[in-house]
């Protein structure tokens, strides 16, 4: 798997990995503000996607910082690559690019009482790379519950 920033060329790809997750985050792929966003990631060198050596897309990750305070917008991973490092090596890359001293990061993602917690591994997933659960979050678009998720990063 190769990890690197994405491109203007990766946009339709990105596009393919939200389709995937509608079902939990609510409409994104037709969705001009979603576009704009991901428009923009790219344009700063704020999006980062995880290739197979044969080319496929297996996840995408937009990134941002308002140091010392570091966000992750938004990390998806393509249902045939799940719980195959792909997020970890997304989330690993975007720290190691754009991370310069202390600070906190932070990712907003399903409440324990939404339907996608669970499915989704998203919690879980967090808690292992050592973030831990923080106060709720305003609701998804589809109307379901959010949480902020902290991490420490020295």
Do not use: N
Not at 56 to 62: A, F, I, M, P, R
């Amino acid at each position: 798997m190769i990890v690197r920033l994405a491109g203007q060329p990766d946009f339709p790809g990105l596009l393919g990995l939200a389709a995937q997750v509608e079902h939990w985050f609510g409409p994104l792929v037709g969705e001009p503000g979603f576009h704009t966003a991901v428009r923009d990631h790219i344009a700063r060198a704020a999006a980062l996607v995880a290739v197979s050596p044969e080319g496929d897309l297996l996840g995408g990750l937009l990134f941002g910082a308002e140091p010392p305070v570091h966000h992750v917008h938004w990390l998806v991973v393509s249902e045939g690559a799940r719980g195959r490092g792909v997020g970890r090596e997304l989330m690993a890359e975007a720290v190691r690019r754009s991370v310069r001293g202390p600070g906190t990061l932070e990712v907003v993602t399903f409440g324990a009482d939404h339907p996608g917690a669970v499915a989704s591994g998203a919690r879980v997933f967090y808690e292992r790379l050592g973030f831990t659960p923080a106060e709720d979050a305003e609701p998804g678009p589809e109307g379901g519950s959010r949480q902020v998720y902290r991490r420490t990063l020295d």
